[in-house]
């Protein structure tokens, strides 16, 4: 499970290696960890998963931020204006 803690404790997700989870990270943890982290010591909390993206939702940020090379960018643009012309 995806957390990030409120405050630095030690830890162990595995029950044989402890180490330091600092305040205002994220770590990714064994679900027993997180409960203990989050419900039993209120030091951490979840962190939902980001929504992935579709290819085509990618595709149209890439184009809107102008992340694509201007010759890619450029035909796209040029094709739009084709079709919305027809």
């Avoid at 989050?38 to 290819?55: G, H, R, T």
Wanted: no cysteine.
């Amino acid at each position: 499970m995806l957390i990030r803690m409120k405050k630095t404790k030690l830890g162990s997700s595995n029950g044989m290696h402890v180490q330091m989870f600092e305040a205002d990270k994220e770590y990714d943890v064994s679900d027993r960890l997180a409960d203990i982290f989050i419900n039993q010591m209120n030091v951490a909390e979840e962190v939902k998963p980001k929504k992935q993206l579709s290819k085509e939702e990618v595709d149209e940020d890439l184009i809107i931020n102008k992340k694509r090379s201007p010759i890619t960018y450029n035909k796209k643009i040029a094709n739009k204006e084709e079709e919305e012309n027809k």
